[in-house]
């Protein structure tokens, strides 16, 4: 009798593995979508909606330039959306990311959470970006101050970006990372 529940457990603890990695292994079938940008913050100040430096008070202008000239942290978040294609449900336990600008690495970072994705679904799942003026320093301040712009009134990315992912998908206990980086499509 013991035996019997003993190996009941078993099946039900298999069947539920395979689901699971069923459901990952859908994910390589999965597009991935650059959204849109929100809450895009410069030194504290925010950008949103902005055109120009005409639109701040001359205080926030002050405090803009002065950033620019040192480690000005700039953050917003971007929008990935995720479309699976498939007829059952697909699930990734981790999203590694860097987002590169003219070929230079400005921030990256990881989102450590389990996300599904129903079958025919699309989400849309936010990255927190951060990075700063200091990271920016091999470009000229009138690039930087484009680049802000730029992703501050087309709610986009400048162009010359490049959004790579790297989804992880967990077997057992196991974390499988994709070999390589996905880039995301921009347009």
């Avoid at 913050?41 to 803009?64: E, Y």
């Amino acid at each position: 009798m013991r035996t019997k529940k003993i190996l009941f457990i078993l099946m039900l603890s298999i069947g539920f593995a395979s689901c699971n990695i069923n459901n990952t292994k859908n994910i390589k079938d999965c597009k991935f979508y650059f959204n849109s940008i929100s809450d895009l913050m410069v030194n504290d100040i925010s950008f949103d909606g902005k055109r120009s430096l005409k639109d701040f008070t001359p205080a926030d202008v002050a405090v803009i330039s002065r950033g620019l000239m040192s480690e000005m942290p700039i953050n917003f978040t971007a929008h990935v959306t995720i479309d699976n294609p498939n007829k059952q449900k697909a699930e990734l336990c981790a999203l590694e990311w860097i987002l590169l600008i003219k070929d230079v690495e400005v921030a990256n970072g990881v989102i450590d959470e389990r996300i599904k994705i129903g079958a025919n679904e699309r989400i849309t799942v936010p990255l927190d970006v951060e990075t700063s003026t200091n990271v920016l320093k091999k470009f000229s301040l009138t690039e930087i101050k484009n680049i802000i712009f730029n992703i501050s009134n087309s709610k986009g990315l400048p162009q010359n970006s490049t959004l790579k992912v790297k989804p992880a998908i967990k077997v057992g206990k196991t974390l499988i990372k994709t070999p390589n980086y996905f880039t995301v499509d921009l347009e």
